[in-house]
């Protein structure tokens, strides 16, 4: 099975709101640090997001106050809420779990924010 399968993406207007989730098995979530990357087109990917196993939190300056993530380690999933979107939030979006020597990647999902 696919470790790591990210839905929620899709078309919003700059100054709404969407919800990414990121659904992982076949790994013991709660040891894993979570994060979401973002990678535009001809663009160098870089974290946007990050929860740690203990819930710390990290965001990229850009997204500070926009953005939240969250993790259930209940249901395996971790979430990006995407609050006030601007066009440069638009992106290609990657789940990550990360724990010592193991690095996964989800599939990414396209996230386009309209002007």
């Known amino acids: 099975q696919v470790p790591l399968v990210e839905s929620g993406g899709g078309l919003v207007q700059a100054g709404g709101s969407l919800r990414l989730s990121c659904a992982a098995s076949g790994i013991t979530f709660s040891s894993y640090v979570m994060a979401w990357y973002r990678q535009a087109p001809g663009e160098q990917r870089e974290l946007a997001a990050r929860i740690s196993s203990g819930g710390t939190t990290t965001y990229v300056d850009s997204v500070k106050g926009r953005f939240t993530i969250s993790r259930d380690n209940a249901k395996n999933t971790v979430t990006l809420q995407m609050n006030s979107v601007k066009p440069d939030d638009t992106a290609v979006y990657y789940c990550?779990?990360?724990?010592?020597?193991?690095?996964?990647w989800g599939q990414g999902t396209q996230v386009t924010v309209s002007s």
């Open positions: 990550n779990a990360r724990w010592g020597l193991r690095n996964i």
